[in-house]
């Protein structure tokens, strides 16, 4: 590809990003909240083991969605502006909705007709199941609508609906779980509620009536989506691989109460650490699919995002797994010390895969800017089967630690593979200046830990873990400030 050099309309974005991120961080931040409380409030509102069943019921509903569901709203994010520009979007629409309704039909059809297989696979109760495929249809409709809010740029919108969403769901559960005793599946029916609720007021927003209408479905649209988005499903589909099947093995060995200590490791790190990280990434890949569909060379601009990433991301991952204990005690609170134990022992090998996990959103950019989710689909397969063979020899070895391991093995994999298949002219560049920074700021910050914790100074573990991130990002900033201004 040809690229056109336009630092103006390049530096025009960069703010745009850092405007939208502004605007998208309520939504971020608060979900992050939202999920940090949820752990406690689950943990201690449920039982061990109705915990542990509510774990592999979400861990269904997200297998479900990959392959039915949410490739169909990442291809609307894809395609918008190119239809945008077309001004076809109506016929898009059609489109888009059509094969969301073929594929939420097939869904019931085929999890019907093979219902007894996929008790086998999932272990759960006919009510669950049943549950997590009524669940899947406003769930569906809101991954559609969120990202054509996404795709229109209304960061603001997006924001409340999410932020609304998650306190929603959480008073719902609470209030069926008190008032009805249905235990884990309080959280199902508090998430449908909620979720129903919040897709009329994304109709409303993506202000869908001005620029949808039934038309006769374009098949000519219908190719290039299924292309992108079968090999997107098929990649999160991998993905479930690496960050879930660890549950069902651990189930199918030692039980829900096992499972239920992964549950929370993983409700404790993924997505927490996720939805925060997502700050950059919701806010940057909408205008790099706009500058890329003008021909701009964005590979400068993921480089500069990368380093960004880094920044915030490291420090926070390094506080959580060298303070695990700490961090689960703080999380998941009246718990018995065995419990505590085994899901402190995961948390800092599912914080480095989450890492190397959210990495990969830059550098498997290109696959999507060329339109080429097949090779994403190629390296996520082999990391997904690497972490499904690992699973199953070091969880029945190694129990929870092996789970560990294998999940951050997975997303090492992954993550190395998409750096050495690289598109031509998608090769990224180390942000070498934001790196040197990082490693010269962590000496003094991991000099200051070595002292709190050799020394009984009388300062308690959060506030070492506070003087941490203090003491990191106030010599980054003098760095780059002063002896180290010159930027990526």
């Known amino acids: 590809m040809e690229y056109v050099e336009n630092k103006e309309l390049v530096a025009k974005e960069v703010k745009g990003i850092f405007s939208d991120m502004a605007k998208y961080a309520p939504s971020k931040l608060c979900g992050m909240f939202g999920n940090v409380i949820t752990v406690p409030i689950y943990t201690s509102l449920f039982t061990t083991e109705q915990y542990g069943m509510y774990t592999v019921s979400i861990a269904m509903l997200s297998f479900l969605c ?135 007021l994304l109709l409303v927003q993506c202000d869908i009536v001005k620029i949808f209408k039934f038309e006769k479905v374009e098949w000519k649209f219908v190719f290039p989506i299924v292309k992108y988005g079968i090999p997107v499903a098929a990649t999160s589909l991998s993905a479930w691989i690496i960050t879930q099947s660890n549950k069902f093995i651990m189930n199918g060995i030692h039980g829900f109460k096992q499972t239920a200590c992964i549950g929370a490791g993983y409700s404790s790190t993924l997505p927490i650490l996720m939805t925060l990280f997502a700050m950059i990434t919701v806010a940057a890949i909408p205008r790099i699919y706009n500058l890329y569909e003008a021909k701009i060379d964005v590979r400068p601009l993921i480089t500069k995002f990368v380093g960004y990433y880094m920044l915030l991301a490291l420090p926070i991952i390094a506080v959580m797994s060298l303070y695990s204990t700490t961090y689960v ?99 990224l560049k180390l942000p070498k200046n934001t790196t040197a920074r990082i490693l010269i700021a962590s000496i003094p910050t991991l000099g200051l830990m070595y002292i709190l914790k050799t020394y009984n100074l009388g300062v308690s573990y959060p506030l070492q873990m506070l003087y941490f991130l203090l003491t990191f990002y106030g010599t980054y900033a003098f760095l780059r400030y002063t002896v180290m201004k010159t930027v990526d």
């Open 66 to 200: 990959i392959i039915f569901s949410d490739w169909v709203g990442l291809a609307g994010l894809r395609f918008f502006r190119h239809h945008q520009l077309e001004e076809d979007l109506p016929k898009y629409l059609t489109t888009l909705v059509t094969i969301l309704t073929i594929n939420m039909t097939l869904m019931f059809g085929l999890s019907l007709l093979f219902k007894d297989g996929m008790y086998t696979l999932f272990h759960v109760p006919f009510k669950y199941f049943l549950a997590v495929l009524l669940l899947i249809i406003p769930v569906a409709i809101r991954a559609l609508l969120q990202q054509i809010l996404r795709a229109q740029l209304k960061s603001i919108s997006y924001s409340f609906t999410t932020i609304l969403n998650q306190f929603v769901t959480i008073g719902l559960t609470v209030f069926f779980a008190k008032f009805f005793h249905l235990g884990a599946a309080s959280i199902l029916l508090g998430m449908g509620v909620a979720i129903s609720l919040i897709d009329i």
């Open 329 to 427: 005690h703080i999380m998941i609170p009246n718990k018995p010390d065995d419990f505590i134990n085994g899901v402190s022992s995961i948390i800092p090998w599912f914080s480095f895969g989450v890492f190397f996990l959210a990495l990969t959103d830059y550098t498997t950019l290109q696959y999507h800017l060329a339109n080429k989710t097949h090779i994403d689909f190629g390296i996520k397969l082999a990391s997904g089967i690497a972490g499904l063979v690992l699973n199953i020899i070091l969880i029945s070895k190694m129990g929870l630690l092996g789970a560990g391991i294998a999940t951050f093995a997975a997303n090492f994999l992954y993550w190395l593979l998409s750096v050495i298949v690289v598109l031509p002219d998608f090769k």
